[in-house]
């Protein structure tokens, strides 16, 4: 095996490893909001619900995403997109 091989074939590994970490780290996120979504939900059916929650009603779920043009932003992108706790999302990429 050549050298240019040997450190294409570890330079793809080490981008298969980023992108399978990339990916947990997301669903781990994503599956924080959905915890935080169920707890504001969960408060609503309390009689007094809207007093306790007052204090979080100015809280406004904004997420910045780069590179949303392709690959593992656009793949987050679109997951956001589909969480209610997530009020917006921003997706820029390069020219």
């Given amino acids: 095996e050549s050298l240019i091989e040997e450190v294409e074939e570890r330079d793809k590994e080490n981008r298969e490893t980023s992108q399978r970490q990339t990916s947990r780290s997301m ?14 939900a969960s408060y609503l059916e309390e009689e007094d619900a809207w007093e306790q929650l007052r204090p979080l009603q100015s809280i406004m779920v904004s997420i910045l ?10 793949g987050l992108v679109r997951q ?3 969480e209610p706790s997530v009020t917006t999302v921003i997706a820029t990429a390069r020219n």
């Fill in 80 to 82: 956001l997109v589909q």
């Fill in 27 to 40: 669903s781990t996120h994503i599956s924080k909001l959905r915890i935080v979504n169920e707890v504001y």
């Fill in 65 to 74: 995403v780069t590179g949303a043009n392709r690959g593992i932003g656009l």
